[in-house]
C-alpha cells in the first residue's frame, strides 16, 4: 500500500488536472499484462500503457538489463564520442526494419523523431542542390506529437489552436475517414488511390519542386485507429516517386508488433524513406525514439562531407542514452525470443472479433480493428464531445479493475502483445458491461 501522494505541483500533460485531483486514477505498480493501485488492486492493461508496452510489464530480461547497464556505463556523449552498445542498438534496428532503411538516428520521444525526419529531409534536399524543397504534406487527423514540427504538420485541431501554426511553410491531405463502411477489419474498404491522388492536386497548387516530404502515420493512432483504404499508401509511395518528394512513415504506434508484424512498411509491403518510431522500441521502459533512414539519404550526407566536418548538425545530449539503448536491446532480444511480432493470424482474428462483437452494444456507433489495434466510436452526447467515453473510462478503472484509452469519443484497445485470449475476453466483457451501464 502506497499513501496518495500530495498532488499540487505536477501538471499533467494532456489531462484534466482538476478531474483527476478529484478522483485520482494512481497506477504504483506493474507486472506483465496487469497494473495495480496504490492499495495493490490489481487491474488489466488493455493499452499497453500508452501504446508502448508491447512485452508487457516489468519484463526480468529489460529491468535485468536496465540495472547492469546503470552500474558500468550511466551516460557517454553521442557527439563525437560513443560507446558500443549504440552501434549494436542500431544494427539490430537496421535488420528489424525493412531494406534499404539501414540508417538509425536516435532521439527520446516520438516529437523529437517526427522532427528529426523532418530536419533530414529539408537538409537532403539541400545538399542535392534542391534547397526551394522545403513545404511539408501532413494529414488531417494526423498525430506527430508535440513538437512545432509535429503540430504543424499533424492534424488535430486541439493541438494547434492555441498555439498557431509557427511552421508556415505545410499543407494537409484530407484523413482517409470520409465515406468509408462502418465495422471495418483491417484495411478500411477499397478507394485508397482516389483517396491518395488527392496528394497529386495539392502538388498542383504547390509544385513538386517546392515540396520536401509527406509524413503520414500509416494508421492514425491517436485520432481514434484509422486505419487506410487498400492502396492508399502503394499510390502514395507512386505519387512521391514520380515527384522526388520524400515519404516519411510516422510508425510511433503501428512499429514494435502492433499490427501483427515488425512495421506498418512490412505489413503494407510499402517502405518510406524515413521510418519514424519510438514506444515499442524500449517497450516503454527507458525513454527512446528515433529514424531508420534510407540508404541514399545517408550516402548523399557522406558524400557531402568533407574532412571531419559534421555531416548533420542536429541531435540530442540523450541520442543513445546507455540506459534507453540497454533497454532497447533487451526489448529487441525479448520480442524475438517470444515471437512477439508475430503473433500470428488466429490471435488478431480473435482480437478483431473480441472488438466487433461490441458493435450492436448501447452506445456504439462503430467499431474498427487492424492488427491489435481497435477503435469503439460512441455516439457524443450533444454539446459534450467526449465525455461518454471519459465516463466508460472512469468507471473500467474505478469499478471495473480495467485500462482503457479514449480519444474524444473513441475507446482506443491496444494491448500488450503477451496478452493471452482470456486477456481479451475479460477486455471485451468489461468494456460490454460498462456500456450497458452508461446512462
Ligand atoms: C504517431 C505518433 N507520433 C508521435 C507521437 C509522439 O510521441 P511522444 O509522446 O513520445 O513525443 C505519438 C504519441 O502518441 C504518436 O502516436
Known amino acids: 500500500m502506497t499513501a496518495m501522494p500530495k498532488m499540487d505541483a505536477f501538471w499533467m500533460p494532456f489531462s484534466s488536472n482538476k478531474n483527476f485531483r478529484a478522483n485520482p486514477r ?8 496487469y497494473y495495480h493501485d496504490i492499495n495493490g488492486r490489481k487491474m488489466l ?29 550511466d551516460f557517454s556523449p553521442v557527439f563525437q564520442y560513443a560507446h558500443p552498445k549504440v552501434f549494436e542498438f542500431s544494427e539490430m534496428l537496421a535488420d528489424f526494419f525493412p531494406d534499404p532503411l539501414n540508417t538509425v538516428f536516435l532521439a527520446n520521444s516520438g516529437s523529437e523523431a517526427a522532427d528529426s525526419s523532418l530536419k533530414i529531409a529539408l537538409a537532403y534536399h539541400r ?27 499533424g492534424g488535430m485541431v486541439k493541438n494547434r489552436l492555441w498555439f498557431g501554426n509557427q511552421m508556415l511553410r505545410v499543407d494537409h491531405l484530407p484523413h482517409t475517414q470520409s465515406g468509408i463502411a462502418k465495422n471495418t477489419r483491417g484495411e478500411a474498404a ?88 519510438a514506444k515499442g522500441a524500449t517497450s516503454g ?107 466508460v473510462m472512469e468507471d473500467c478503472f474505478h469499478n471495473r479493475d480495467l485500462v482503457i484509452r479514449v480519444a474524444a469519443d473513441t475507446i482506443a484497445v491496444s494491448p500488450p502483445l503477451i496478452m493471452e485470449k482470456t486477456h481479451i475476453d475479460q477486455t471485451i466483457d468489461t468494456i460490454g458491461a460498462a456500456l450497458k451501464a452508461l446512462k
Open 26 to 33: 494512481m497506477i504504483a505498480g506493474a507486472k506483465d499484462m
Open 127 to 153: 545538399l542535392r542542390g534542391k534547397g526551394e524543397k522545403q513545404l511539408f504534406i501532413g494529414r488531417e487527423r494526423g498525430y506527430h506529437g508535440v513538437g512545432f514540427g509535429g503540430i504543424s504538420v
Open 285 to 391: 521502459t527507458v525513454p527512446l525514439g528515433g529514424n531508420v533512414i534510407r540508404d541514399e539519404i545517408r550516402q548523399t550526407f557522406l558524400d557531402a562531407a568533407s574532412g571531419s566536418a559534421i555531416d548533420l548538425f542536429h541531435g540530442y545530449t540523450y541520442s543513445g542514452h546507455p540506459l534507453a539503448v540497454a533497454a532497447g536491446i533487451a526489448t529487441l532480444e525479448l520480442y524475438e525470443k517470444e515471437g512477439l511480432m508475430e503473433r500470428g493470424a488466429e490471435m488478431v482474428k480473435y482480437f478483431e472479433e473480441g472488438i466487433h462483437s461490441l458493435k450492436d452494444h448501447p452506445h456504439v456507433i462503430d467499431t474498427r480493428n487492424i492488427g491489435f489495434m481497435g477503435g469503439i466510436d460512441l455516439a457524443p452526447t450533444a454539446g459534450k464531445p467526449g465525455e461518454k467515453a471519459m465516463t
Open 45 to 73: 492493461d488493455a493499452c499497453a500503457g500508452l501504446w508502448c508496452c508491447n512485452a508487457g510489464h516489468c519484463r526480468d530480461h529489460i529491468v535485468a538489463a536496465i540495472q547492469k547497464q546503470a552500474t558500468e556505463l
Open 190 to 277: 477499397d478507394g485508397g488511390e482516389e483517396k491518395a491522388n488527392k496528394l497529386l492536386d495539392i502538388i498542383g497548387l504547390h509544385d513538386a519542386s517546392t515540396i520536401a516530404a509527406v509524413i503520414v502515420e500509416p494508421v492514425a493512432g491517436s485520432a481514434g485507429v484509422l486505419p487506410p483504404p487498400k492502396g492508399y499508401l502503394k499510390r502514395l509511395r507512386e505519387i512521391c516517386d514520380e515527384h522526388d518528394i520524400l515519404l516519411i512513415y510516422d510508425e510511433v504506434i503501428t512499429a514494435f508488433g502492433r499490427l501483427g508484424k515488425s512495421s506498418a512498411a512490412e505489413y503494407f509491403g510499402v517502405v518510406p524513406d524515413i521510418l519514424n518510431f
